[in-house]
């Protein structure tokens, strides 16, 4: 098991890669994007979802996963909740015992090159500007069925902040407030109403 264990904290491949992702499984076992001793790299699509306990990055002196039973993120040892509060009715988005296994991660990238050059150095030269992980969510609360996404952005660029980008549909319409809230403590909301079957999108940065 390695997400949790602050020894494991910078990528294997740092000179291409600054972050990989890593799965944790219910025996201990893990898989990574690249393996830590050969450095080769396994596919996403090999990871087993069924016996999935944790998924996240490592990289740049830092952890960054959610647990799979409760899909709260955790940040370096911070753990950061969503809920949705209508009518005074508070809808936790986060922390409830069902699975959040439903992951997805991928990466954005741009390429910097001279196409008509015939020289090596004109060749197209990738760079990740970003990583992306999370996961989505259909639930059943009370007296509303809500669709839930739940992405985490980490731009290669120091001085734009890490954000969580938040997507989410109900099948009424309510005007309420997304509440975030880190290591218990409530840290912010956002004024966030909802209308019926369209998806409302809301970004919050982590300062």
């Given amino acids: 098991m390695i997400l949790g264990n602050m020894q494991y904290r910078f990528s294997p491949v740092p000179q291409g890669q600054n972050f990989v992702w890593i799965a944790d499984y219910m025996d201990g076992s893990y898989l990574s994007e690249y393996n830590f001793d050969d450095r080769k790299e396994n596919s996403y ?10 998924f996240g990055l490592i990289g740049m002196g830092s952890q960054i996963y959610f647990d799979v039973a409760n899909g709260i993120f955790n940040i370096n040892k911070n753990r950061i909740q969503v809920s949705y509060i209508a009518d005074g009715i508070e809808y936790p988005l986060t922390g409830r015992a069902i699975l959040y296994n439903d992951i997805t991660q991928y990466k954005d990238a741009i390429g910097d090159g001279k196409l008509l050059s015939k020289t ?13 992980i999370g996961y989505k969510k259909a639930m059943d609360l009370a007296d509303v069925n809500i669709n839930f996404k739940n992405l985490l952005h980490i731009p290669q660029d120091k001085n734009i902040p890490p954000y969580l980008e938040i997507k989410i549909s109900v099948d009424k319409d309510l005007d309420g407030e997304l509440v975030f809230r880190v290591n218990g403590f409530e840290a912010n909301r956002i004024h966030a109403p909802l209308i019926r079957n369209r998806a409302g999108v809301y970004n919050w940065e982590l300062i």
């Fill in 120 to 132: 090596s150095s004109g060749r197209i030269k990738n760079h990740i500007t970003q990583h992306v």
């Fill in 45 to 54: 699509y090999q990871i087993k979802r069924d016996v999935l306990i944790r």
